[in-house]
Structure formats: C-alpha cells, structure tokens
C-alpha cells in the first residue's frame, strides 16, 4: 500500500512539525473514528501513552477528533504498548491507539493503533483512514458525539496478564533483580510484576518528568543497569525502552544480551520440549541464529525489519514465536504483539526450569561481529538509483569473499539508511561499512 501518513508502526515525527501536531491528530482521530463508525454500532477505543510531555495534548486531540466522529473513548494514562493491545481485546473494544515514540528520544512522538483482536491495524483499514483523512472533517450532532471516561485499574490488569504468562508452578524467589523502566510507560507497572513473581525488585528509570524519557537508560541506553547491576550484585538486570515492548537483558557479570540472544534462549527451551515449529527473524538477524536453529532442527524464515512483518510471517506460517535483535520478541501463544515485560518472563522460564544460567543457556551461539552505521539521508531518498551507493554495495560484498553479508534498508521510522555488514574479521566488516556510508553521504549531499 502508498502511505502518506502511516509509517511501519503508525505516524510518529517530531512533536510541532507535521504530521505531529494538534490539528493533524485531531484529523486523524476524526478519520479513525469514521472508519471505525462503519465498521458497526457504537465503537469505543481505548487511548494509551507513555510519559512524553507532548502525551497530553496529543492525547487531548486524539479524544475530540474520536468524540467528533460519534466514537467512545476509554483514556489509560501511561501504559506499555502492549498493555494497551491487551486491554483491547480483554475489554472488547473496537481498537487501541498508543501514543508514543517508542526508544526515540521525547521531542518526538507518534501514533499507532490496534484492532479489537489486540493486533496491528490490517493494512486495508490503515488506508481506508488515510483516504477519510483527504475528506473535509465534520462532527456528528450533539445526541450522537461520543463519550469519555477513565480506565482507573489499567495498570492492575495488565500487571496481573504478565504474571499469567509465567508458570503458575515457577516464581522468582531468591533473585535479586534491577528493573530499568526508562523512565517510561512501565515506570508504575514492570516492578510489580517482577516483585509480585517473587523476585527482590530494584526499580531504576521509574521518575518520569515528561522531559527524560529513554535518556541514558533503557534497552537502547544499557550503561546505567549494567552499573546498578554490578553495584547491587543482582542476579539479572531487565531493561524496557519507552513504551514497553522491547527488551535487553544484563547478566551477574554485566553482559548484555540483546534480542537474537534471548530469543535463542526462548528458542531453545521449547525446542527441548518439542513445541516449537518454527522461529521468524528478520533481515538483521545475526546469521549465527540462523545456523543455531539449523543445529536444532528449527525451521528459520526472515521477515523485513519490523515486528509487525515478524508478527504477518508468523501468523502465515502459523508458529508462535519470532523476534528481532533489536529486542522485539514476540510469543503469539502469549500475546499478540511483542511485549518487553512477556518477553523477558519467557527467558526467566527457561533460566528457572533447566536450572542454567542465562550465560550457560546461550554459550554456543556465538553471534558474527556486526557494523550498522546510520547515515542520515533526505526522506523518500532512493539509495538504488545512485550507482556510486551500487559500487560501494558490490566492492564491500566482492572485499568479504563470502565470509559476510551487507544489508542496506532505509529506516521506517527516520530518515536515515542504515548500512549493515556482518562477518569476519571485524577489521574487515569495519572498512566496508564505512566506504558504503560514506557513498551513501556523498550522493545525499
């Protein structure tokens, strides 16, 4: 589908330029509404966010633009993406809509939305909004405007759904654990868990001022739980990006496992209990996963970057469990999208049952080094019509003599192309990265 709003996961930019500004969501939130008004009678969204500044004015927008279109609105107030994917479906709600900007930094923000079955909205409705959107904006009648009203045990329910994905037979007793929330959307929420599990909790991250979030600290930002880990001599650190769905574990010895680590974990315990038909990846997943799951016997398909494309394989190849390295896991037998606290749960499933540390549990997958250098480039640059950016792919492929890969993709949700090379010697994957990044500079200039 062309889209001239929706990105791969929603609408996101910086907070005051288009599209990220008062009478753009309150368009877009009218467009939802009508679509989502033909769809049956008397629809209700639920609205969740993370703890971005900008969350209440977009949050206030979103609310009359929904109102104006005769739809119900149920308000959250900060809540993981993921828990607002489940409250949809729990409550029966013809959609969710999560405002935030996931792991960017808080000028940003964005929105994206999920269907009453707790799914990314299909690609057919996300056009059908954006078609509603090119039409002038009304607003229904008095009688016919839709209400608002709070959600006041959001943060209880979707507390009390993670603990349901951890074996009721298991807990956490005798774990020391620093939970690191990023001063996010799970600031009030992943500490419960984890101490309600048994473990005993060390929060950081949890003081958001609506100005710090993802800022030195989370799943993109490790350095902060790797020290409080090492200074509390905690058993694991867990770490949460701004809105709850993606993960970075931190062992006793402060290594950090990113998402092909833990997903490999996940892997290889349903692998030993024979459940487990197949594992989606994606473009960047380390091609030592690849030939890990081929010692296991597990059939590995790769999906484009994205956990909504790892989530579309899954489902067409009907497995349950996918993920990226980024530390979006996704375990449809869990939840229907990825989700930072489940995720991390089904590692500490593993680690608990066979009784291994996380350490031992992936000691044989030995990840190939990688280089990924994002250079900035102008929005819709197309790097395949630039024969320099051509040369410099073929020359880095031709200098690797098969002992690596190059990936080139342009970001979903920056503008910026990102240059991969994996492979052996690091030297090596070094040097071709940096001449594809700076051919890539060269024609963006």
């Known amino acids: 589908m062309s889209r001239n709003h929706f990105g791969t996961d929603g609408v996101r930019g910086t907070v005051g330029a288009s599209p990220m500004t008062a009478d753009f969501v309150l368009r877009l939130g009218y467009a939802a509404g009508k679509v989502l008004s033909g769809q049956g009678e008397h629809p209700s969204v639920l609205i969740g966010k993370d703890t971005r500044i900008s969350g209440y004015m977009i949050e ?68 059908a909004i954006e078609e ?37 037979e298991l807990d956490l007793k005798g774990m020391k654990i620093v939970v690191d929330c990023a001063h996010g959307a799970a600031y009030n929420v992943a500490p419960h868990v984890f101490h309600e599990l048994g473990a005993d909790v060390v929060p950081i991250g949890v003081e958001p001022d609506g100005l710090n979030i993802n800022e030195a600290s989370g799943a993109t930002s490790p350095d902060s739980l790797v020290s ?39 892997a290889k315990h349903r692998a030993a209990k024979k459940t487990l038909p197949g594992v989606a990846g994606t473009l960047m997943t380390n091609y030592a996963f690849e030939k890990a799951m081929a010692r296991l016997g597990v059939p590995f398909a790769r999906a484009r970057v994205g956990d909504r494309y790892v989530l579309e394989l899954l489902r067409d190849k ?24 489940v995720s991390a749960l089904q590692v500490l499933h593993a680690t608990r049952q066979l009784g291994r540390s996380l ?24 790097w395949q019509k630039h024969h320099s950016i051509m040369k410099a792919q073929a020359a880095a492929e031709r200098s690797l003599n098969g002992r690596g890969r190059v990936l080139l993709r342009p970001s ?28 890539v500079r060269s024609a963006a200039s």
């Open 359 to 382: 350490a031992e549990l992936t000691a044989d997958l030995v990840l190939y080094p990688q280089v990924l250098i994002n250079v900035a480039v102008p929005r819709d640059f197309d």
């Open 228 to 266: 409080e880990v090492k200074n509390q001599a905690a058993d694991l650190g867990v770490a949460l990006d701004g809105d709850g769905d993606r993960v970075l574990i931190v062992d006793d010895a402060g290594r950090a496992y990113d998402g092909d680590q833990l997903l490999y974990a996940v």
């Open 60 to 127: 206030a927008a979103l609310e009359a633009g929904f109102s104006a279109a005769g739809v119900d609105v149920l308000l959250c107030g900060p809540l993981p993406t993921p828990g607002v994917a489940y409250l949809t479906r729990a409550l029966r709600l013809s959609a969710g809509v999560v405002i935030s900007a996931s792991h960017n930094p808080y000028p940003d923000n964005g929105i994206k939305f999920f269907s009453g079955d707790g799914f990314k909205l299909p690609d057919a409705t996300e056009a």
């Open 318 to 341: 009907g497995w349950e469990l996918g993920g990226e390295n980024s530390g979006h896991i996704i375990c449809l037998d869990k939840h229907t999208t990825g989700d930072g606290i």
């Open 132 to 168: 509603q959107m090119e039409r002038p904006m009304g607003c229904n009648e008095a009688a016919r405007l839709g209400r608002a009203r709070r959600v006041d045990d959001a943060g209880g329910r979707y507390i009390e759904f993670c603990k349901s994905s951890f074996p009721a």
């Open 412 to 439: 979903g949700t920056e503008p910026v192309l990102r240059v991969m090379v994996e492979g052996e010697p690091r030297e090596a994957i070094e040097s071709a990265a940096q001449s594809i990044a700076a051919a």
